[in-house]
């Protein structure tokens, strides 16, 4: 026998509290009805409904003069109102415009059809990497439902045992609650969030249960967009270099050109940790918790092993969900679980 922890809400308003204030749970419904009636709902529009939802609050179909809804606007488009949040809005137009209108122009043209064709792919990966962008800024990373209590369901497990798998029920101090497996506290957001990963500046929300994958994709997406244009701004040296265009170009070409590798480079180690990260079932806070136990464990002569690594592909499906045609769409988060339990290693073997 080995020791298993669930966490569970246990009344009818702690759920109602908990789909109460997520945009994406009323969606989540409709869509389902809409299925159970043999509609066919396609992607985009599935995606327009969770993203409408996003921005505009659960009841965005009869927002009309709903205070509800007001406040809710407010409150998740008020994230937008920070200085690192506009500055990646203004370096996402700056490096569309440049790599378009500066870099492609002259290198092969826009109106020819390599130009085009180099336009359109990369308009694309722009748009999505806003695309992402913006879920991961309005999305609720997902909060502990109101009167949460752990629900430790084997009697088996010695408080070792359970201590050494980093399982142990835990209570916040500063919301003087308990608080699910892999829930922390943010000082920023000033609330536990479900499944921490870390508070992100540059998206002005936390990452966690319910927006790590849109983060995923934020990074993967911004890497592609920027490797593509740090392709097409060397080309575009190497043919000036040709051509003998004036040294005051080439500077700002090279200047724009380093930068953009080095903008690349950055996002790429970026997006390899994330991979590592997600490949491990691991948050960040893990990784640096998992680092001190496993030192604890070398100590006493035992191995440390993440408790919630349960698999390369699992791990993976959970993060992405099952369906690999819906992996790069960001909103398709429908695999998503409420964040209070999660499997095990010890439940897996
Ligand atoms: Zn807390
Ligand atoms: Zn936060």
Redesign the pocket.
């Known amino acids: 026998m080995y020791p298993t922890l669930t966490s569970q809400v246990r009344t009818k308003s702690n759920v109602e509290s908990q789909s109460g204030d997520q945009p994406n749970s009323s969606m989540k419904n409709e869509i389902r009805s809409s299925l159970d009636q043999g509609q066919k709902v396609d992607e985009f529009s599935k995606s327009t409904k969770y993203f409408i939802n996003l921005a505009f609050g659960p009841n965005s179909k009869i927002r009309g003069c709903d205070d509800y809804w007001k406040n809710y606007s407010k409150m998740k488009l008020k994230r937008f109102v920070s200085i690192p949040v506009l500055s990646v809005i203004t370096l996402v137009g700056f490096v569309y415009y440049t790599t378009l209108f500066v870099f492609i122009e002259d290198w092969i043209g826009l109106q020819s059809s390599a130009g085009f064709l180099n336009s359109l792919i990369f308009t694309a990966l722009a748009s999505m990497c806003v695309f992402s962008f913006l879920v991961c800024v309005l999305a609720d990373p997902g909060g502990v439902p109101s009167g949460f209590l752990p629900d430790v369901e084997d009697s088996y497990a010695s408080d070792q045992e359970t201590k050494r798998n980093g399982v142990v029920p835990k209570k916040?101090d500063?919301?003087s609650a308990y608080?699910p497996p892999r829930a922390h506290?943010c000082r920023v957001c000033r609330?536990?969030v479900l499944r921490m990963d870390h508070h992100c500046t540059w998206i002005n929300n936390c990452v966690g249960q319910r927006n790590y994958k849109p983060f995923l994709l934020l990074v993967f997406y911004a890497t592609a967009a920027t490797t593509y244009s740090a392709a097409i701004i060397i080309s575009c040296i190497i043919k000036d270099w040709d051509t003998g265009a004036s040294s005051t170009s080439k500077t700002f070409r090279i200047g724009i050109g380093l930068w953009i590798t080095a903008l690349s480079l950055t996002l790429g180690s970026l997006l390899i940790w994330n991979i590592y990260l997600a490949s491990h079932n691991m948050t960040t806070i893990e990784y640096h918790e998992g680092k001190r136990a496993a030192w604890l464990a070398r100590k006493s002569g035992l191995s440390y092993h993440h408790p919630y690594d349960v698999g390369f592909y699992k791990n993976a499906t959970l993060v992405l969900g099952s369906n690999m045609l819906k992996w790069l769409w960001p909103t398709a988060t429908s695999h998503i679980k409420d964040g209070l339990s999660f499997p095990t290693i010890r439940e897996s073997s």
Do not use: M
């Open positions: 916040c500063k919301c608080k506290h609330r536990c």
